[in-house]
């Protein structure tokens, strides 16, 4: 099991992953990026000719079986491998963005990638962030966190970061990404998006990032505070 859990749920491009990354750095905690994982699966299936019509639910149960995903910290950096090679930026690419969320919401992948990520997780200080991560996948994290902004403001956000990143796309479909993966993420019958009832919400439409991560920040070492055996490693 994890020593200590920070759960980060909320929509796609809500600022998750900029404020875990930066937490993680200051507390020096593990980042688990389980988006990274879901769209590193998300990769493999494209590459292996998936229909996007008709998912291919045999291929699915193939990659399963003969698929290894690894998260790797260097420095500050996580670095994610598909079958032992590094795939850092091509998970970020637009047609995995298009895809990811039909894959998510398989059954089959979430029971996979939820074993695989409690397996990563286990006998680290880890903060972690997703759209189950609170009810799901670690229900009994110490620390739960729900994380909501404006639509425009997040496409403007991830239009930032793919332009950091030299991807090419077009600010109008980033918004209309955004609004399917909202609407498909809430809606999906296998662990959807939403709010743990003991979650904090944070919403960071009006704030900076130095903000979020100073309020996360603030609320993961109150925690430890109360719980003096575990250690910030």
Request: proline share 3%; aromatic share 6%; with cysteine.
């Amino acid at each position: 099991m994890a020593k200590f859990v920070v759960a980060i749920d909320g929509g796609a491009g809500s600022g998750k992953s900029t404020t875990a990354k930066a937490v993680a750095k200051r507390l020096k905690f593990f980042y688990l990026d389980t988006g990274a994982m879901y769209r590193a699966a998300t990769l493999k299936y494209l590459r292996c000719g998936g229909s996007t019509d008709n998912i291919d639910t045999a291929l699915v149960r193939e990659i399963i079986k003969h698929t290894v995903i690894n998260l790797r910290q260097e420095g500050s950096k996580i670095l994610v491998f598909l079958d032992n090679k590094d795939v850092t930026l091509e998970i970020r690419t637009t047609p995995v963005n298009n895809f990811v969320s039909p894959i998510s919401a398989l059954p089959e992948i979430r029971e996979w990638m939820v074993q695989k990520q409690r397996e990563v997780a286990e006998g680290k200080n880890v903060i972690c962030e997703g759209r189950d991560i609170g009810t799901v996948v670690f229900p009994d994290a110490q620390v739960k966190i729900y994380m909501q902004a404006d639509l425009k403001i997040r496409a403007q956000r991830r239009q930032k970061e793919l332009d950091e990143k030299n991807i090419e796309a077009d600010f109008n479909k980033v918004v209309e990404n955004l609004k399917f993966r909202d609407k498909y993420d809430s809606n999906r019958v296998h662990s959807p998006l939403k709010k743990a009832e003991d979650a904090i919400i944070l919403d960071t439409t009006d704030i900076t990032i130095e903000q979020e991560v100073d309020f996360v920040e603030k609320i993961v070492r109150e925690r430890l505070k109360e719980i003096p055996k575990i250690q910030n490693t």
